[in-house]
């Protein structure tokens, strides 16, 4: 069981280098009081020695939310406010406030309260001994029985298809360092797989036990249609932490697969045909052997297609990192 300490005051950037933390709060979809969030964590953060800058970045349809947030800018130099267009979500609310951050550090919290405040400091603490990016594992969940159900299946896929074991990716509550934030592209619902782009464009990652806030019980059970999105958002990610540079190994197995069911169903109908003279006017099977066969030539050729069209832009984008090693 984890030993839960006393925060130490933990060391901040020089003065008049723009704040130590930038707070990102993306109030989209299923939110809490924006100005309540505030109150909790920015004392936790002042508690700890650390100054720090609020991002706001707001649906622009949550026009309550938003006057609320102004009301509080007027109130607090350190609060700034972002409008995105109504649907864009999450992922591009994350980017815009990345954007904008000052902070030497950058930390995303969801727009409801998930964890303790008092436990931020174990992921600032987290950087400082060297990580690049730190993600929050609630833990003990104290939320009902059917999510930590719903999250243990759903990290099992991950680990499953990306070969990155993490147990609670969905926690909102993460720090990063400037780099990490400028760095990752995200849209749509990646957001989610945050960590896995980052362990693929070669950042240390680690995850750090904090007690979950006891507010954080309510059931959440999706309709159908999220859980569909959801997998085929992982299998995104599958491809993007996979085979982003190696198009030709995906759509290339793939299509080697099916053109050998094709060509095995063409083999046996040939055999059957010359050996034992049987008629094919009345098989479907022949129409099911030459469609794989066709079916596995044009997978295969997307996967070339897209080897040519990387060798031929790839110098242009530069997707990776190098750091120096010093002794």
């Known amino acids: 069981m984890t030993a839960f300490l006393e925060p130490p005051r933990l060391a901040g950037v ?16 299923i939110h809490d009081d924006p100005v309540a969030l505030y109150e909790l964590f920015a004392p936790e953060l002042a508690r700890i020695g650390r100054s720090c800058e609020f991002l706001f970045v707001m649906d622009s349809e949550l026009r309550e939310e938003a006057a609320r947030v102004a009301e509080l800018k007027s109130r607090c130099p350190n ?3 972002w409008k995105i267009g109504r649907g864009f979500g999450e992922g591009i609310a994350l980017t815009v406030g990345f954007r904008h951050a000052r902070g030497r550090t950058v930390l995303t919290l969801n727009p409801y309260v998930q964890v303790e405040p008092s436990e931020v400091w174990r992921l600032l603490s987290a950087l400082d001994d060297g990580a690049d990016l730190a993600i929050a594992r609630r833990s003990p969940r104290v939320d009902s029985g059917f999510s930590r159900l719903q999250s243990s299946v759903f990290h099992l896929a991950v680990c499953a298809m990306t070969g990155v ?5 969905s926690c909102g509550l993460r720090a990063m360092t400037s780099e990490v934030a400028r760095s990752l ?20 990652v680690v995850e750090v036990p904090v007690r979950q806030s006891s507010r954080e019980r309510r059931w959440r059970v999706f309709t159908p249609a999220t859980y569909v999105t959801r997998l085929l958002d992982l299998l995104t990610v599958f491809f993007l932490t996979r085979f982003t540079k190696r198009p030709l190994r995906f759509f290339g197995s793939v299509g080697l697969a099916i053109g050998m069911a094709g060509f095995g169903i063409c083999l046996y109908l040939s055999v059957i045909k010359f050996v034992w003279e049987v008629s094919l006017m009345q098989r479907p099977l022949l129409l099911l052997g030459v469609l794989l066969l066709v079916l ?14 990387i060798f031929t832009h790839g110098q242009q984008s530069q997707d990776y990192r190098a750091e120096e090693i010093v002794e």
Not at 14 to 29: L, N, Q, Y
Not at 185 to 204: E, I, K, M
Not at 296 to 309: D, V
């Open 296 to 309: 596995g030539i044009q997978t295969g050729s997307i996967g070339l297609l897209g080897e040519m069209l």
């Open 79 to 81: 609060v700034s406010a």
């Open 165 to 169: 074991r993490l147990h609670d990716i």
């Open 185 to 204: 592209r995200l849209y749509g619902d990646q957001h989610r797989f945050l960590p896995l782009l980052a362990v693929r464009d070669g950042f240390r």
């Open 14 to 29: 020089p003065a008049g280098e723009g704040p130590d933390i930038s707070v990102v709060v993306p109030v989209t979809g």
